[in-house]
């Protein structure tokens, strides 16, 4: 199982982003994707999830309406569009995925919202 993720940068508040994920080693289509974050200091928290097919998400309350978690299985990419970014969204951005009964993770993706 390989993750990798890109996209990550420097934004001014209120800016946006669009991160990606692109999956090697599985069936992308068959498994639900996740993307946590991790700021300096803080636990790493789930951000969004995304069902198989694409037709569940969840988002953590911070970012609902802000954020949008998608998934082309076509490609074994899943996408998290960042809106409206604000300074707490700070943090290095995880691609996950549960399989064969542990966690993967990619290297992460650094954003840095700031003026």
């Known amino acids: 199982v390989h993750l990798v993720e890109s996209g990550g940068g420097l934004v001014q508040p209120g800016g946006s982003l669009r991160l990606s994920c692109a999956a090697s080693g599985f069936s992308f289509s068959s498994y639900a994707m996740n993307w946590y974050r991790q700021a300096p200091g803080k636990e790493r928290e789930l951000v969004a999830a995304?069902?198989?097919?694409?037709?569940?998400?969840y988002y953590v309350s911070s970012v609902k309406g802000r954020f949008t978690i998608s998934r082309d299985n076509a490609k074994n990419t899943v996408y998290l569009q960042m809106n409206n970014l604000k300074p707490e969204d700070t943090a290095v951005y995880y691609c996950n995925v549960q399989w064969g009964g542990r966690a993967y993770w990619g290297q992460g993706t650094q954003v840095t919202v700031s003026s």
């Open positions: 995304i069902t198989s097919v694409g037709g569940s998400t």
